[in-house]
């Protein structure tokens, strides 16, 4: 096969996505450990095995399914949620653990942010909070954008979209890895809180809204008990917004299914605006979630341009992944 035409069947097939998707996994492997160390943090090998067993499982039908009997659709489900089952835990540790580093907070300088771009992020919390029908339909959408992601992998390994579904895992797995590193050196305790509007989770928000993570910060920021106890892990990360990423990601992977692609692309708008509520984000934290989005696929198109990456010799796992 001329190169020209292999390279057609390679960018076509995804690849360099696929392995910068384990490569995100690699990174969050390594940045785990040194956070854990330098916060004095540990965890219990006990907890971890659910998680171990479960990723063991996924990995090896993997490569089973890949190479041994081969199965397109069965490496394609296992491959992808793998990769993000792996990055959301490890991007957990990250940022819980790296909350014991007690950097200072960066609330004011992104509120001042918002204000610069003539945004009153607290007045727009306020203004949802007065209607109750649009509060609650942010909070739907706010919740749903985890199963949404996983569920639009499932789909796109079906359709055997390969291109687009590890454009989504190399979104997901990055964007949770790269906004915990992120997150460790500037920590934040959200819009809600910072603007002193706790009470309006539960009564003219639902409940939770922007503060379902204040305790487990504060358990980590202010306390002492070095057990990071992995089974029950929050999303402690502010800036940049990983909800952030994922609506991009997800209205992106889904920018060819023409049926889907505008209701989609509109639910997805909908939890962006939902992370300012829900989420307590500030629209600094979006921006920045969008960037880091945007980075990961520009990292990717990239990536065709390099030799080491297009041929399979960018990871040893790439070699062996060939027909993926």
């Known amino acids: 096969m001329g190169d020209q035409q292999q390279d057609k069947v390679y960018h ?3 690849r360099p996505e696929y392995r910068l998707a384990w490569t995100a996994v690699v990174i969050g492997a390594m940045a785990a450990p040194v956070v854990l160390l330098a916060s004095g943090m540990v965890i219990s090998l ?5 998680y171990g067993a479960l990723l063991g499982l996924l990995v090896a039908s993997h490569f089973i399914y890949t190479l041994r009997r081969p199965n397109e659709v069965i490496s394609l489900v296992t491959g992808s949620a793998a990769l993000m089952i792996a990055a959301a835990l490890l991007a957990g540790i990250i940022a819980n653990a790296g909350l014991r580093l007690r950097y200072p907070l960066v609330d004011g300088p992104l ?5 610069a771009m003539g945004i009153d992020t607290p007045a727009v919390v306020l203004a949802i909070a007065d209607r109750p029908w649009l509060a609650d339909l942010l909070g739907r959408a706010y919740v749903s954008v985890f199963p949404l992601a996983f569920a639009t992998a499932i789909w796109l390994s079906v359709r055997r979209e390969k291109r687009l579904l590890w454009e989504l895992t190399l979104g997901f797995a990055g964007g949770i890895v790269g906004a915990a590193i992120v997150s ?5 305790l959200g819009n809600i ?9 539960g009564t003219r928000l639902p409940q939770g809204s922007g503060v379902y993570f204040l305790e487990a910060v504060h358990r980590y920021r202010d306390g002492s008990d070095p057990l990071l106890d992995v089974r029950k892990l929050e ?10 990423v994922m609506a991009v990601a997800v209205a992106y992977a889904l920018r060819t299914t023409r049926w889907l692609a505008w209701p989609m692309g509109c639910w997805c708008a909908l939890v962006v605006v939902s992370t300012v509520p829900n989420g307590g984000h500030y629209v600094g934290d979006l921006l920045g979630g969008a960037m ?6 520009a990292l990717a198109r990239c ?3 390099m030799p080491a990456i297009r041929y399979g010799r960018s990871l040893p796992i790439a070699t062996t992944l060939r027909a993926t």
Do not use: E, M, N
């Open 12 to 14: 076509a097939d995804g």
């Open 46 to 50: 006990g907890a971890l095995v659910p």
């Open 111 to 115: 509120a001042r942010f918002d204000l």
């Open 184 to 188: 460790v050196f500037f920590p934040a």
């Open 193 to 201: 809180a910072h603007a002193g509007l706790q009470d309006l989770a």
């Open 235 to 244: 999303g402690v990360v502010c800036f940049p917004s990983f909800h952030a």
């Open 292 to 297: 880091l989005w945007i980075a990961t696929l």
């Open 303 to 305: 990536s065709r341009a």
